[in-house]
């Protein structure tokens, strides 16, 4: 949480400084290159739909702009939630999307810009007992996620970005019971898929045009 903390004030003091009089990013050629970094906060509902349980966290990003209405985000995300009262949850994602921007004008003409996105990742989950963290269980898995999101542009380099998706995870099944007090995990053999919702805000800013 630490390192989400600093690269908040980090985001927070450039935003400033763009805010009070620092030149906008010059565009060398067309909007294909811009690099923004950014931090964001994930809300996910994993935990067998049960909204009680909805695992929350933080993350940082970079995008990379490659057309006109073509960007790409790359992302890391650290979730934590509950399973019942008896156990936690811990995800870890890192992976890419694609966004794809809508509307009739420039993405760069106007101050919201809504998109659509598909992408990937990886995720590794733990669950572990609240009362005995040498019993737990483990995975590793594949997701691809898509969605629907929009930048809303408070500067020429600074934005606040919401995203909602789905995200529906390959690997093997992992989940825990009580009983008597005790917790047990069971790890189903084969794969199976494990779909959820996923949405994030996140803040960035635009730091170069690459080419």
């Not at 809300?43 to 739909?49: H, R, V």
Request: include cysteine; charge should be neutral.
């Amino acid at each position: 949480m630490k390192l989400f903390s600093n690269l908040f004030l980090f985001i927070a003091i450039l935003s400033t400084q763009n805010i009070f009089g620092q030149e906008d990013m010059k565009i060398k050629n067309k909007p294909g290159g811009i690099f923004s970094l950014g931090v964001r906060a994930p809300l996910s509902a994993f935990n067998d739909g049960d909204w009680r349980n909805m695992g929350t966290g933080a993350g940082g990003q970079f995008r990379i702009r490659i057309a006109e209405r073509l960007n790409t985000d790359w992302f890391f995300d650290y979730v934590t939630g509950n399973v019942g009262d008896f156990a936690s949850r811990t995800d870890y994602h890192i992976g890419w999307s694609v966004a794809y921007y809508l509307g009739k004008k420039s993405p760069q003409d106007v101050k919201v810009q809504p998109y659509v996105l598909a992408g990937h990742c990886f995720d590794y989950t733990n669950q572990k007992d609240n009362n005995n963290r040498n019993n737990f269980a483990e995975r590793w898995s594949s997701a691809v996620q898509a969605g629907f999101g929009s930048h809303f542009n408070l500067t020429k380099r600074f934005d606040i970005s919401t995203t909602l998706q789905y995200m529906i995870h390959m690997g093997t099944d992992i989940h825990a019971h009580q009983e008597h007090g005790t917790v047990h995990f069971e790890k189903e053999t084969g794969v199976n898929l494990e779909g959820h919702l996923f949405f994030n805000v996140s803040l960035n800013y635009k730091i170069v045009d690459l080419w």
